[in-house]
T-cell receptor
Framework: AQTVTQSQPEMSVQEAETVTLSCTYDTSESNYYLFWYKQPPSRQMILVIRQEAYKQQNATENRFSVNFQKAAKSFSLKISDSQLGDTAMYFCAFRSNFGNEKLTFGTGTRLTIIP | EAGVAQSPRYKIIEKRQSVAFWCNPISGHATLYWYQQILGQGPKLLIQFQNNGVVDDSQLPKDRFSAERLKGVDSTLKIQPAKLEDSAVYLC???????????FGSGTRLTVV
């Protein structure tokens, strides 16, 4: 079974600074998807960015980018020019390309942007 | 595009009572998921439907939890009887066929006292 580990329960950073959230995962598969989701107090999971394992190029979405290290099974999220609206829980998630399509989540990192 | 609708938003019940949650996925999405998110943890899959058939219910405590998906559209998750440890947020999500993407609802926060 796949596992996802987020070792930083909480982080805080000054507004406009850059912050990196860590995620490691364990799988024997070679083809899969990785995701970062943001969960604000409204509780709805919002997709931040996703990465397909067979693509070597790191995904980027505006101020959000990932550092995907497949051999190390590491998938970190970098938020540049952080904004107050980035304050939320962030979850790393894994989806296999085999079997069912469920997401396996890590335990989350609570990110606080300080004005 | 309308989102995934869930109700109620909050529910407080006493232990041993029953409760039901409702989810209306995005129109046309074949797959529907129910996740349980206990405070301080990531969501854990309870049950996955493909149309109105169950794909995975291995983590569903079947002695007290049940779920159904009517005509492959709306879904209901029931707990009977509830325990204190069932206090959590219950998230519903849906995804279309052959496309990797998930849309989550805002969840139901259940408190069992």
């Amino acid at each position: 079974a796949q596992t996802v580990t987020q070792s930083q329960p909480e982080m805080s950073v000054q507004e406009a600074e850059t912050v990196t959230l860590s995620c490691t995962y364990d799988t024997s598969e070679s083809n899969y998807y990785l995701f970062w989701y943001k969960q604000p107090p409204s509780r709805q999971m919002i997709l931040v960015i996703r990465q397909e394992a067979y693509k070597q190029q790191n995904a980027t979405e505006n101020r959000f980018s990932v550092n995907f290290q497949k051999a190390a099974k590491s998938f970190s999220l970098k938020i540049s020019d952080s904004q107050l609206g980035d304050t939320a829980m962030y979850f790393c998630a894994f989806r296999s390309n085999f079997g069912n399509e469920k997401l396996t989540f890590g335990t989350g990192t609570r990110l606080t942007i300080i004005p | 595009e309308a989102g995934v609708a869930q109700s109620p938003r909050y529910k407080i019940i006493e232990k041993r009572q029953s409760v039901a949650f409702w989810c209306n996925p995005i129109s046309g999405h074949a797959t529907l998921y129910w996740y349980q998110q206990i405070l301080g943890q990531g969501p854990k899959l309870l049950i996955q439907f493909q149309n109105n058939g169950v794909v995975d219910d291995s983590q569903l405590p079947k002695d007290r939890f049940s779920a159904e998906r009517l005509k492959g559209v709306d879904s209901t998750l029931k707990i009977q009887p509830a325990k204190l440890e069932d206090s959590a947020v219950y998230l519903c999500a849906s995804s279309p066929d052959r496309v990797v993407g998930y849309t989550f609802g805002s969840g139901t926060r259940l408190t069992v006292v």
